[in-house]
T-cell receptor, first 114, second 112 residues
C-alpha cells in the first residue's frame, strides 16, 4: 500500500509570506506527527494528532505555526509570516495509534525562506 | 526532558567490516527505542523497533540492543556494504503518548 506522502516536495517563499504544507498519512493510521529537521540535526517534534485533535502541540515554536487535521486523515501545517529561520525540512509521520507503535515517515517538504 | 546522543557523528569503514553505532538517552523511562536510516534528501526509513521489555531485535544484517538501566542502545551492522552508506538515527519513544525524541544521527560511509 501507499506510504506517507507530503506535498510539495520543495517550497521556496519570501520572508513574510504564508505557506501550507500537506501530509497524507497511511490509510487507517490514527496518529499523525509533524517534525522539523534542520541541516545536520535530528528531527524535532512539532505537533501530534490523535484522530482529529491535537494531542500535543508543545513543540510548535510560536503562534505563527498552526496545524489542522479536520477529518482525521490529511493534515496541513500552516506557517504565517515566514522567517528565514523557518527554513528546514518538515517531516510528517503516521502510526497505528500511539508513539509506542512504529512511526512511518514521509519524504518531507524542504522549505526555503528567502 | 529526554536527551538522545549519538556517537560517533560520522564513521567511515571499508566494505565487509562489522560496525557498531551507539545511542544513549538520559531518561530510562522509555516505551521503545527506534532506529532509522536516512538517505541524503530523503525521509526516514524505520529499521528496528525495540520495546522497553525487549533487549534486542534483529533484521537481516542488523541487530539492535537496548539496555534501559544504562540508558544505551547499539545498532550492529554485519558485513557492511556500500549500500549501507547513510545517516542512522535513533529515537526514544517515551512514556505515554509523547512523540519520538531523536539523536543527531551518525553519518556512515562504507568504502568499496
Amino acid at each position: 500500500g501507499a506510504g506517507v506522502s507530503q506535498t510539495p516536495s520543495n517550497k521556496v517563499t519570501e520572508k513574510g509570506k504564508y505557506v501550507e504544507l500537506r501530509c497524507d498519512p497511511i490509510s487507517g493510521h490514527t496518529a499523525l506527527y509533524w517534525y522539523r529537521q534542520s541541516l545536520g540535526q535530528g528531527p524535532e517534534f512539532l505537533i501530534y494528532f490523535q484522530g482529529t485533535g491535537a494531542a500535543d502541540d508543545s513543540g510548535l515554536p510560536n503562534d505563527r505555526f498552526f496545524a489542522v487535521r479536520p477529518e482525521g486523515s490529511v493534515s496541513t501545517l500552516k506557517i504565517q509570516r515566514t522567517e528565514r529561520g523557518d527554513s528546514a525540512v518538515y517531516l510528517c509521520a503516521s502510526s497505528l495509534g500511539t508513539s509506542a507503535d512504529t512511526q512511518y515517515f514521509g519524504p518531507g517538504t524542504r522549505l526555503t525562506v528567502l | 526532558k529526554q536527551e538522545v546522543t549519538q556517537i560517533p557523528a560520522a564513521l567511515s569503514v571499508p566494505e565487509g567490516e562489522n560496525l557498531v553505532l551507539n545511542c544513549s538517552f538520559t531518561d530510562s523511562a522509555i516505551y521503545n527505542l527506534q532506529w532509522f536510516r536516512q538517505d541524503p534528501g530523503k525521509g526516514l526509513t524505520s529499521l528496528l523497533l525495540i520495546q522497553s521489555s525487549q533487549r534486542e531485535q534483529t533484521s537481516g544484517r542488523l541487530n539492535a540492543s537496548l539496555d534501559k538501566s544504562s540508558g544505551r542502545s547499539t545498532l550492529y551492522i554485519a558485513a557492511s556494504q556500500p549500500g549501507d552508506s547513510a545517516t542512522y538515527l535513533c529515537a526514544s519513544g517515551n512514556s505515554g503518548n509523547t512523540p519520538l525524541v531523536f539523536g543527531k544521527g551518525t553519518r556512515l560511509s562504507v568504502i568499496a
